[in-house]
T-cell receptor, first 113, second 114 residues
């Protein structure tokens, strides 16, 4: 079965610092990849997605992600983190399915002032 | 625009009681999902409806769980009888379908079974 791995359970960064959250997928064919963000007490919100084409994808709130097939990775980046970015971030893959998302376990981001 | 609306936001009940969680998807969305989120297992898809028809219920834990979608604007997830291990946050999400992966989530229903 396909799986999505987020190696980092918890990351702490200082406000203004750059951020990279890691994600690895296992689906062998062309994956459909997503990053979602969950603020405390809220549901998940889509940040960005990759289906095909340009491997560098831009999303909302200044986030971007790069698809690297050779590394089976889809890492999320932001050049300068704001305190409001503190949340939990989930990577997901729908693989060959047209509806079924497999989520990673999430990475909790803490932002220090 | 109203998003996905779930009720109740919080539910505390005793083991053996029936629990009903409710969801109103975004108008015009034809796909509806119920997810469960726990610390141990993360986000799990319980059931997926398309055009009010259950398409995939392979994630429903056992017969104690049931879900219905009587019309395009309402769905329920029922647990009967409830057990402490059912304690979790249950999310409803809807989408336009078509496989683009953009799910719109409700704020969740936090269930505690004592």
């Amino acid at each position: 079965a396909q799986s999505v791995t987020q190696p980092d359970i918890h990351i702490t960064v200082s406000e203004g610092a750059s951020l990279e959250l890691r994600c690895n997928y296992s689906y062998g064919a062309t994956p459909y990849l997503f990053w979602y963000v969950q603020s405390p007490g809220q549901g998940l919100q889509l940040l960005l997605k990759y289906f095909s084409g340009d491997t560098l994808v831009q999303g909302i709130k200044g986030f971007e992600a790069e698809f690297k097939r050779s590394q089976s990775s889809f890492n999320l980046r932001k050049p300068s983190v704001h305190w409001s970015d503190a949340a939990e971030y989930f990577c997901a893959d729908s693989g060959g399915s047209n509806y079924k998302l497999t989520f990673g376990k999430g990475t909790l981001l803490t932002v220090n002032p | 625009d109203a998003g996905v609306i779930q009720s109740p936001r919080h539910e505390v009940t005793e083991m053996g009681q029936e629990v009903t969680l409710r969801c109103k998807p975004i108008s015009g969305h034809n796909s509806l999902f119920w997810y469960r989120q726990t610390m141990m297992r993360g986000l799990e898809l319980l059931i997926y409806f398309n055009n009010n028809v259950p398409i995939d219920d392979s994630g429903m834990p056992e017969d104690r769980f049931s879900a219905k979608m009587p019309n395009a604007s309402f769905s329920t997830l029922k647990i009967q009888p409830s057990e402490p291990r059912d304690s979790a946050v249950y999310f409803c999400a809807s989408s336009l379908g078509g496989g683009d992966g953009e799910l719109f989530f409700g704020e969740g229903s936090r269930l505690t079974v004592l």
